[in-house]
Each structure stands twice: as C-alpha cells, then as structure tokens.
Nanobody, 126 residues
Framework: QVQLVESGGGSVQAGGSLTLSCAGS????????MGWFRQAPGKEREGVAR????????YAADAVKGRFNISQDAAEDTVYLQMNSLKPEDTAMYYC???????????????????WGQGTQVTVSS
C-alpha cells in the first residue's frame, strides 16, 4: 500500500529555516513526480515545488523561488523541502504528493497528483 509521511514542520520566526521530509513506502522513488503543496486556512491548496525523481529536474513556484529548494535522497526514498528566509505568509499545512511518471513542465498543479500525505504544519511568526 502506498504511503507518504511528512515530517519536519514546526514553528519558527520570520527569517528562519525549516526542512520538511517526505518519506514514501510501498512504491519505488524512481520515475515519479514528487510535489510539495501548502494550504493556509481559508485558502486553496497551492503548489510549492516539485521534482522529477528520474532526472532530478525541479520547479519552484514564484512565491518561493530562491528561498525554497526541493531535493531527493533516492537511497532513502525521501524527498525534502528546504525552506529558508521564511515569511509569515508561508504559514500553512504542507503536503507532499506524487504521481507516476514525469512532471508537467513549468508548473506544479494540485490536480496532477493522486497520492497524498497527511501534511505537516508550518507556522512562521513575525
């Protein structure tokens, strides 16, 4: 059975850093599009970043570009989201998700991803 488990969330002051992890089980990491998403209270879920595990190709949304970095550890079947220079507006529940095969070019679209984790909360205080 496919399972994704996020960890690493927490509370941090503005300007701080956090690293989220997404550990998978029940499937191999190879040839998957892995994405990170977030949802703030009262807002729609939005794509943050994604990585195509077969090539390491990445994409980050404009709101986080230059601050967040997505990476993978194939040996551990784990995908990471390194978040730097955090802002209060980054406060949200963060989810990882995957789809089989390559990523859609130039975006990270919620509806492209059928498999989701339960989420980890990130709170950034000013």
């Amino acid at each position: 059975q496919v399972q994704l488990v996020e960890s690493g969330g927490g509370s941090v002051q503005a300007g701080g850093s956090l690293t989220l992890s997404c550990a998978g089980s029940g499937y191999p990491l190879s040839n998957k599009c892995m994405g990170w998403f977030r949802q703030a209270p009262g807002k729609e879920r939005e794509g943050v970043a994604r990585i195509y595990t077969a090539t390491g190709s990445t994409y980050a949304a404009d709101a986080v570009k230059g601050r967040f970095n997505i990476s993978q550890d194939a040996a551990e079947d784990t995908v990471y989201l390194q978040m730097n220079s955090l802002k209060p507006e980054d406060t949200a529940m963060y989810y990882c998700a995957f789809r089989l095969g390559a990523c859609r070019a130039g975006t990270v679209f919620v509806r492209d991803f059928p498999h989701w984790g339960q989420g980890t909360q990130v709170t950034v205080s000013s």
